[in-house]
């Protein structure tokens, strides 16, 4: 038979009645339930919600937690910081990655120290003379206001001008250019005719190699001799005597302006064939030196009023070798 304490024990008329042995129940006499060791063994448990109201939950007076809402869904705080955290998560991981590529790239990719060797290789293979005479201060005014106005203080790479053609990426809103003078460079001396992603990646770490190990004016003079300008003229110099039939120093500024303007479309905008698409194209590098503060609205209004003389690329008329 089982034992029973006083507080099990029920009134004369019905000692195994359960709601006498509750109703005298002692927490001093009677024996505790398995895992508890003192005072009242039921007062552990926290007491039942007894309504949503306004009563007593259990959370200092309020209906329900801070993170929850009715139905369980967190509150809307809670899940701001949730999604931030997210977010914050993510963008670590992608900075991780990106600065992996980098680092990937940069050893992957040549030396450029080679640079003025595959320049020379290229007007060799163009029947130009190499090093070409020193940049004039009008084209490369024009030159760097047209296709990198940054081109002075950028460490080879325009992280705005790529910000802004992935952006133009994702929206599908076309190319919106972004390549510096370094990478154009690198695109003609070392990835000629390539295209694609990893084409484009690796011109960026060429274009940030090439602006550490050379000056600007060696970039620009390097650039200057192996772009193409149309018309079948390889490097600035040839470019100036066959248009113009002068040397580069003796390039006017409309002059210097159409000539910086010919780099992103040879063929299209040759002044010789296409005279007023060349014109349009002048009329822009202008527009841009007057942006970028080189020159006022009034001096390329002056400038453009100008006729271009063109010698109808024969190039007779240019002394010398340029």
């Not at 949730?82 to 670590?92: K, Q, T």
């Not at 695109?187 to 050379?214: C, H, N, R, W």
Request: charged share 15%; proline share 8%; aromatic share 10%.
């Amino acid at each position: 038979m089982t034992a029973r304490g006083p507080a099990w024990e029920g009134g004369p008329g019905d000692p195994g009645d359960p709601q006498a042995a509750r109703l005298g129940y002692d927490p001093q006499t009677a024996p505790l339930p398995y895992g508890t060791t003192s005072g009242d063994p039921y007062g552990d448990y926290a007491a039942p919600y007894e309504d949503y109201d306004g009563g007593d939950s259990g959370y200092g007076g309020k209906d329900y937690p801070d993170e929850y809402e009715p139905g369980g869904r967190a509150a809307p705080r809670r899940r701001g910081w949730r999604l931030l955290r997210r977010l914050l998560v993510a963008f670590m991981v992608l900075v991780a990655a990106c600065v992996a590529t980098f680092g990937v790239l940069l050893v992957i990719t040549p030396s450029v120290n080679n640079a003025p060797a595959l320049a020379r290789a290229i007007d060799q293979g163009h029947h130009v003379a190499y090093p070409g005479p020193p940049v004039p201060a009008l084209f490369a005014e024009s030159l760097v206001a047209t296709e990198d106005h940054r081109f002075y203080s950028e460490p080879g790479v325009d992280v705005f001008a790529i910000a802004r053609v992935i952006t133009a990426t994702i929206t599908r809103r076309g190319d919106q250019g972004g390549a510096t003078l370094y990478q154009q460079l690198a695109k003609m001396l070392y990835t000629p005719g390539g295209g694609g992603l990893s084409v484009e990646a690796e011109q960026v770490i060429l274009g940030i190699k090439l602006d550490l190990t050379f000056s600007k004016p060696q970039i620009l003079r390097m650039y200057s001799d192996v772009a193409y300008f149309g018309h079948g003229y390889y490097g600035l110099s040839a470019a100036s005597c066959g248009y113009f039939g002068t040397a580069p120093a003796g390039l006017t500024l409309p002059e210097a302006a159409t000539l910086a303007g010919l780099v992103q479309g040879p063929s299209a905008d040759d002044p010789i064939l296409h005279y007023t698409v060349g014109r349009a194209r002048e009329a822009h590098v202008l527009g841009r030196l007057v942006s970028t503060g080189k020159i006022t609205q009034a001096q390329a209004a002056a400038a453009y009023a100008q006729q271009l003389h063109l010698v109808g690329g024969s190039g007779t008329g240019c002394p010398g070798p340029g």
